[in-house]
């Protein structure tokens, strides 16, 4: 099976993708977005979304889907709890970055706040940080809520919601500068992450397209 994952080096989406994909041991060709231009990727994404993956000609859009794909095709190294409900926890924890929380922090909507509604930095950093506290204060109560206080979120070894909290984390902490030790619980889930293989892997100054710093895109253009 040939798998070709379109992304960039900084992508929270596509990392989560990369980070589910080392943990599951499967190789993959990374095509850089950044390389191949934004019109070209049009083709593989009209919405223009990273990231994509490419499975033997086939394109799936959208991070959970792929995520959810890999769980099917690939069950041998679960990244979902056994338990029907851990399994709905490590969802809704998941689902709770990729709805409340990511898709109001992407490049698009601060281009929109900026262009659109006229905002000025100091107010688009407000918007931003407001959103990453207040969903960062509910995640942090759902792992104060667990029966048992395990490792990484939902378990002993790393799954669905600690691939969704660590990008988040580290976005958080190295662009909008949160202060994460007002979440001790995912904090603690994200320093047991820091040196694991699956997640070094996939940080963005491991990719082929690293830059060799993070090269914030400009908010004033389109
Ligand atoms: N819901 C989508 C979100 C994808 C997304 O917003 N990706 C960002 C990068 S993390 C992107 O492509 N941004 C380009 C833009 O906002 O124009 C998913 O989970 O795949």
């Avoid at 959970?64 to 190294?77: M, N, Q, S, Y």
């Avoid at 104060?144 to 790393?158: H, I, K, L, M, S």
């Amino acid at each position: 099976m040939l798998l070709t994952l379109y992304s960039n080096y900084v992508n929270s989406a596509g990392e989560r993708v990369r980070i589910a994909m080392a943990l599951k041991k499967l190789s993959y060709t990374h095509v850089s977005v950044g390389h191949i231009g934004w019109e070209a990727f049009r083709e593989i994404n009209p919405q223009r979304l990273m990231p994509a993956l490419e499975v033997d000609g086939h394109i799936i859009q959208q991070a959970t889907a792929i995520l959810e794909w890999l769980e099917e095709t690939h069950p041998e190294r679960r990244l979902l709890p056994s338990d029907p409900i851990l399994r709905a926890q490590a969802r809704r924890f998941a689902q709770h970055i990729v709805s409340e929380m990511h898709a109001i922090d992407v490049i698009r909507v601060r281009r929109f706040l900026a262009n659109d509604l006229g905002l000025d930095k100091l107010a688009i950093d407000k918007w931003q940080r407001h959103w990453f506290q207040r969903g960062f204060a509910a995640l942090e109560e759902q792992l104060v809520r667990r029966g048992t206080q395990w490792r990484f979120c939902y378990g002993e070894t790393p799954g669905w919601a600690d691939i969704h909290s660590i990008p988040q984390v580290q976005k958080g902490l190295t662009r909008f500068n949160i202060d994460m030790t007002d979440y001790p619980l995912i904090n603690n889930v994200y320093k047991a992450c820091e040196d694991h293989a699956a997640f070094v892997a996939a940080r963005p100054e491991n990719q082929p397209d690293w830059p060799g710093e993070i090269i914030e895109p400009a908010i004033a253009t389109e």
